[in-house]
């Protein structure tokens, strides 16, 4: 199959997610680390993935795992040393793996020495670093409240002054209004290219040109004025792979974001999809039922918007996210098979894919049975502050069993010896009970397992192009059970045919289809048939013009 050359490569490219605290631990303190994802990289080459994203491993206190950094320019000692990074990024180019970095931007840990520094006086160089506001104790600037809980305003007394934190209050704003403060941040970035590092994910990437006083927190007036500015002085000058993670963005900033004149990212991560099964205005712990025709309709939008304008992560889970197996497939009866369906039914589409650690073998979400098991500040936080407002502790559980962030964060299955090979020690986190059935060994050895079908995906978008430039067009929008889309470029056309539930689906279009290749599938035998099996998925390939 011919290869369009003018495409970047990250078109073709499938990332896969470590969340290093959770992926391998190689000294036994039960805390993963950089020589136990070095000790991976083989498996993650065997996957054939092109590029790892790898969640903050900087110097910090670890207040958001990570998220708060203390020193970008260093490894924290949990996870290793520079040496041990430098060697990372080695070993994987040997293995043609790309290293992305999680740079988070929009604020720093409040041990940050610059934070250290600005609260030392309103004169001090690096006070102007983050976001301050005069008042008086007990009396916010205004009522903007904090992701994790609580205002987004925190008190200095020596100074007389709050501090804005969008996040936990051990995570102060950067000012990026502060052209020091942008240098300082294309200096750490061009440091870390020079090191070799493949590309970069970047944190919140839309709340960085933040307005307080107007209540504006993601999209600011300046956002694309400082990602312009920070992209020609930095990634621009390598052929990195940036990504962008952006909860509030609509396929119109979208096409900013990931514009293909390379003016700001080359792609944009979006989360629209992934807030469908929450109460409309309220909270993701709000749950409701997927509205399945709504997914649909959701990822078309993003699908026919982005088409030649844009470019899109595809992705069901991450570090943030729940396991999307146990969310909108069936972790019980059908794993297997609905497991497969979700994969089949995201990497058909277009955009760059991301799979999450764990997710390529179909890892389920955790049910522990006390908060006390719980590590997620944000879960931890929610728990306290819906106790106070009432709320009963079982509803309670139910929203944290559904959507706490620590659903992705146990540990990697690898085997099925003592904490499913993760760590000869204590694990941070305690690892999900089914390692002993749901474990990287046994699935590598099954040929019908969650992973070969990954595996296989993974290679299907190497081997077509059409996966990469299809045009996209979703078939049977209203029908309640049956995901269909097709994908077409100058000479192939492709069908991606899902039965989304656990019930059989009316569903005549396989059999339409019934001169074509079949690419994958998730069930032995034809797929003639007008009736879809429960979370059956297949992919087809024809020539065009049939
Ligand atoms: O997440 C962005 C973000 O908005 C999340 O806090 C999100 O609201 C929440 O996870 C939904 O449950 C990024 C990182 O991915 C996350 O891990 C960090 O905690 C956060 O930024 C702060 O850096
Ligand atoms: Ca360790």
Redesign the pocket.
């Known amino acids: 199959m011919k290869k369009d050359n003018s495409r970047p490569w990250w078109k073709d490219a499938v990332v896969y997610q470590i969340y290093p605290k959770s992926f391998q631990d190689s000294n036994g303190d039960g805390i993963g680390d950089i020589r136990g994802i070095i000790q991976r990289l083989d498996y993650l080459r065997d996957l054939g993935i092109d590029a790892v994203w790898i969640?903050p491993m900087y110097r910090s206190p670890q207040a958001?795992?990570g998220?708060?950094i203390s020193d970008y320019c260093d490894i924290d000692p949990m996870f290793g040393t520079l040496a041990d990074m430098d060697e990372l990024i080695r070993q994987a180019k040997k293995r043609k793996i790309r290293i992305i970095m999680d740079l988070?931007l929009?604020?720093t840990s409040d041990e940050h020495p610059w934070f250290i520094e600005a609260k030392k006086s309103r004169d001090n160089p690096y006070h102007d670093y983050y976001v301050w506001r005069d008042g008086e104790e007990g009396v916010y600037p205004n009522d903007m409240k904090a992701?994790?809980g609580g205002p987004a305003w925190e008190w200095v007394p020596e100074l007389k002054q709050y501090y804005f934190h969008q996040?936990a209050v051990k995570?102060p704003d950067l000012n990026w209004e502060n052209p020091k403060v942008r240098r300082e941040i294309y200096d750490m970035i061009l440091w870390w290219m020079d090191r070799g590092v493949g590309g970069f994910r970047l944190?919140?990437i839309d709340q960085i040109a933040k307005e307080p006083d107007r209540g504006i927190t993601n999209n600011g007036p300046r956002l694309h004025e400082f990602l312009r500015e920070m992209s020609r002085e930095t990634f621009r000058k390598g052929d990195l792979i940036t990504v962008g993670?952006a909860?509030g963005a609509t396929p119109e900033i979208a096409k900013l974001y990931s514009n293909p004149d390379g003016s700001e990212f080359s792609m944009v991560f979006q989360f629209e999809h992934s807030m469908l099964d929450q109460q409309p205005g309220k909270e993701?712990w709000d749950l409701r039922p997927l509205p399945f025709i709504e997914l649909k309709q959701c990822l078309a939008r993003w699908q026919t918007e982005l088409y030649q304008t844009g470019w899109n992560s595809l992705f069901w889970d991450?570090?943030?996210?729940p396991r999307i197996v146990s969310r909108w497939g069936d972790d019980g009866t059908y794993r297997n098979e609905s497991a497969k369906m979700l994969a089949a039914v995201l990497h058909g589409m277009q955009g760059t894919p991301y799979i999450y650690q764990g997710e390529e073998l179909g890892m389920t979400n955790v049910t522990f049975e006390s908060i006390g098991d719980y590590r997620d500040?944000?879960t931890v936080n929610l728990y306290h502050e819906r106790l106070e407002k009432g709320y009963e502790e079982a509803d309670i559980m139910k929203s944290i069993y559904a959507?706490s962030?620590d659903n992705a964060r146990t540990p990697m299955q690898w085997d099925d010896s003592a904490h499913a090979g993760f760590t000869s020690g204590t694990p941070w986190i305690a690892v999900n009970e089914n390692y002993r059935q749901i474990n990287a060994e046994a699935e590598r050895k099954d040929p019908d397992s969650v992973y070969q079908f990954y595996k296989k995906l993974i290679r299907l978008r190497k081997d077509y192009p059409v996966f990469a430039d299809g045009k996209f067009e979703l078939l049977l929008p209203e029908d309640g059970q049956i995901f269909a889309y097709t994908r077409t470029d100058e000479d192939m056309q492709m069908l991606v045919c899902a039965n989304f539930t656990g019930e059989p689906a009316k569903c005549s279009l396989p059999g339409k289809w019934k001169d074509a290749g079949t690419l994958i599938h998730n069930y032995e035998g034809d797929v003639c048939g007008d009736t879809m099996r429960p979370y059956e998925a297949v992919i087809l390939l024809q020539k065009r013009g049939k």
Do not use: A, T
Not at 318 to 321: E, F, G, Q
């Open positions: 969640s958001d795992n998220y708060d988070v929009n604020h992701s994790f996040f995570q944190d919140v993670e909860w993701k991450n570090h943030d996210l500040i944000e959507k962030r």
